[in-house]
């Protein structure tokens, strides 16, 4: 069986950091490309970072470009979002996904990130 | 970045009737490769997302065959041959063919 379990979530102030960790298990990870979707309150879900097989490829929306970072350790089945000059808008539920084809059809059951003094 | 426009944003439905649900994107979904990379999202309230269709009409394993997607380029629509009380949620529809993925606003369906 799939699973995907986020942690790391929690509260911080604006312009702080956060780690997010995915463990993932039921599935050969490393053959897969990940995800991070988020979908903050009151509002719809939006595709926030892509990674690659082998960390080959990162690719980031717009809105979190040179402050998120996705990363991967193949050994541990893990994916990671390091989150920094965090800002209110950055309040949502965070998921971890398996890409799929231009999708995802594995998701966690996301971690909650909130961004307030 | 596409834009993709999903109509109504609200959808009250009576038990056993059918649903449909439309979505637009501002630019065509055909990827270099041929395929079209359109999902549809089920999510239910305090659930995570749940795919139920890709590549505009493909069912994930599991979804009941009352559901189905079609469309072509730029013009999709999601049915649902008759809504049970699970099927209470908030759908989206999703695009793959483009960086950034992008998903339209949602569309709330509910119990009459």
């Known amino acids: 069986e799939v699973q995907l379990v986020e942690s790391g979530g929690g509260l911080v102030q604006p312009g702080g950091s956060l780690r997010l960790s995915c463990s993932t298990s039921?599935?050969?990870?490393?053959?897969?490309?990940m995800a991070w979707v988020r979908k903050a309150p009151g509002k719809g879900l939006e595709w926030v970072a892509n990674i690659g097989r082998e960390e080959g490829e990162k690719f980031y929306v717009d809105s979190v470009k040179g402050r998120f970072t996705i990363s991967r350790d193949d050994a541990k089945n893990s994916l990671y979002l390091q989150m920094t000059s965090l800002r209110d808008d950055d309040t949502a539920v965070y998921y971890c996904a398996r890409v799929d084809w231009g999708s995802s059809d594995f998701w966690g059951q996301g971690t909650l990130v909130t961004v307030s003094s | 970045d596409v834009v993709m426009t999903q109509s109504p944003l609200s959808l009250p439905v009576t038990l056993g009737q059918p649903a449909s649900i439309s979505c637009r994107s501002s630019q065509s979904l055909v990827y270099s490769d041929g395929n079209t990379y359109l999902n549809w999202f089920q999510q239910r309230p305090g659930h995570s997302p749940r795919r139920l269709i890709y590549q505009i009409s493909k069912r994930d394993s599991g979804v009941p065959d009352r559901f189905s997607g079609s469309g072509w380029d730029t013009d999709f629509t999601l049915e649902i041959s008759r809504v049970e009380a699970e099927d209470v949620g908030i759908y989206y529809c999703?695009?793959?063919?483009?960086?950034?993925?992008?998903f339209g606003q949602g569309t709330k369906l509910e119990i009459k």
């Open positions: 999703m695009q793959g063919s483009n960086w950034p993925y992008t």
């Open positions: 039921g599935f050969t990870f490393s053959r897969y490309w």
